[in-house]
């Protein structure tokens, strides 16, 4: 149920391990927001354009965007995206002259949500 997005700058190419990432981040979601590991599903998009700003400085980005059924407390929610974010830290080399920016949303899937 966890549909999980990593969207990262293509800057990070060599430096951030995606799939590293999802594994640690799975069992975060089973501890904060009692998702079950089987259920968590998580896509990483490497996107060769970010702006940061005006533009000028040499910048890359790491976005997590984490979509729950509806139900779980607003406090989790927060606890939840800030241990996303903070994690991705652990997954993503130094690159010398290179501004890091990490962010990460929490939300709730539309009603319409269903699988298959």
């Not at 830290?89 to 690159?95: A, G, L, M, S, T």
């Amino acid at each position: 149920m966890p549909q999980i997005t990593v969207d990262y700058s293509a800057a990070l190419d060599d430096a951030f391990d995606p799939q590293g990432y999802a594994k640690a981040l799975h069992p975060v979601l089973v501890e904060t927001v009692a998702a079950r590991t089987e259920a968590c599903k998580t896509r990483t998009r490497r996107a060769d354009d970010f702006t940061v700003g005006d533009g000028t400085g040499a910048d890359a980005v790491v976005h997590v965007e984490i979509a729950l059924l509806a139900g779980r407390t607003d406090d989790a929610k927060a606890r939840l995206g800030q241990a996303a974010a903070d994690l991705v830290r652990d997954f993503v080399k130094p690159v010398d002259g290179l501004a890091l920016h990490i962010s990460a949303e929490v939300r709730d899937l539309d009603a319409s949500y269903r699988t298959a």
